[in-house]
Structure formats: C-alpha cells, structure tokens
C-alpha cells in the first residue's frame, strides 16, 4: 500500500469515528418531527417546557456518544488486526479521542454544551416569569446567543450562553455541518471565555 493510499484511508477512518459517535446530536435531533415545537434557527427560544425538554434531550444525546462509539471502537480494532490497517487505526484514535474527550468533564475540563443545571435553570426563569415576581408585567424571556433575554423590558436575565439545541441550521448544510463537528455543540462563544485575559496594572 502506498504513502498516499494509506494516508486516505487513515483519514476516511479518522472521519467516520469523527461522525458516528456524534451522529444522536448530528443527525436525529434536525429531523424535521422533533422540531416542530421551536423556532427556526437563529431565532431566540422562548423559555418554555418544551425548551427545558429539548435540552434535556440534547444532554441524553451527548452522552449516548458513549455508547455509539463503541462500534467504530471495536471496527477499528479489528480492521488494524484483520483488514486495512491505516483505516482501522484512523478510526481507533479518533473513537479513543471522543471517549476522553467526554470523560475528562470529571477531571475539571469544559463541561459539555447541555446539562442538567442548564435545563433548571431555564425552568426556572420561565416560572418566575409567570409570577408576580418577573421582571415586568409582561415578562417573556428568550434564550438568544449570549444569554436570557426579555424583549418586552430589556432585561438581562441570564449569562447563559446558548449552545446548539438541535435545530435545522441556517447556514448552508456543509458550513453548518462543519460548525457543528468543530464547536461539538458548544456556543461559539464559549471558547473566547476560555482565554485568559490580562489583568491592567
């Protein structure tokens, strides 16, 4: 096998053990019936219990790559024993990689895009926003990009960042595509929170 011909097959292996663990998040949440509640992307969310919902399913869908990876895990390995080495062994490191990835969250990395506290939190900005206790009469918070919003007062409610919540983007399908497997579902604008800034003296 040559150079170049083992160097295409490492990498169609590291794509596909790039996508497949990913495919719940990718794929299942566009679909056009599990979106029928929200929408369209870019458009503010109104906080809702469909919302509060849908990231809890985005949180299942995350952490199901788990489980999915395992397929390309065991794929990898045997191409590398039995079949086409560089394949099997793309497919092997980029599986390996998204296993560490998830799990260093328990060791004090970034946290994943969805979680539970995330899902409380919007719930309960949504029931105070019923009660007398909103931040205006006519309160109707929203979950733009860069946080909770109400469009009828102006408030700032929340600095939750918003991350992707399945929906249909708006982007052309290879941008979206790509957005989607570089951010892992994160809010873009997380990751310019992450560099540190230099204190003025």
Not at 90 to 117: A, C, D, E, H
Not at 124 to 138: F, H, I, R, T
Not at 166 to 195: A, C, M, N
Request: some cysteine; hydrophobic content about 45%; aromatic content about 12%.
């Amino acid at each position: 096998m040559s150079f170049l011909s083992a160097t295409g097959f490492f990498l169609l292996g590291v794509l596909l053990g790039t996508i497949l663990p990913r495919f719940p998040f990718l794929m299942l949440s566009r679909t056009r019936g599990f979106n029928t509640k929200l929408p369209p992307h870019p458009e503010p969310l109104p906080l809702s219990p469909h919302l509060t919902q849908r990231v809890l399913h985005m949180r299942m869908f995350y952490w199901m790559g788990l489980v999915v990876v395992i397929l390309p895990l065991i794929l990898g390995i045997a191409s590398v024993r039995w079949g086409n080495a560089a394949f099997g062994f793309g497919l092997w490191v980029s599986s390996s990689w998204l296993i560490l990835n998830r799990l260093q969250y328990f060791v004090g990395g970034m946290p994943p895009p969805w979680t539970k506290q995330m899902a409380v939190e919007l719930q309960v900005l949504a029931d105070k926003a019923e009660s007398s206790d909103g931040c205006c009469n006519w309160a109707s918070p929203h979950w733009g990009v860069s946080g909770v919003y109400c469009p009828n007062c102006n408030s700032k409610l929340s600095d939750m960042l918003r991350p992707d919540l399945g929906r249909k983007r708006s982007e052309r399908r290879p941008f979206g595509f790509l957005y989607l497997l570089l951010t892992d579902g994160h809010s873009v604008l997380t990751f310019f929170d992450q560099i540190p800034v230099a204190e003025e003296e």
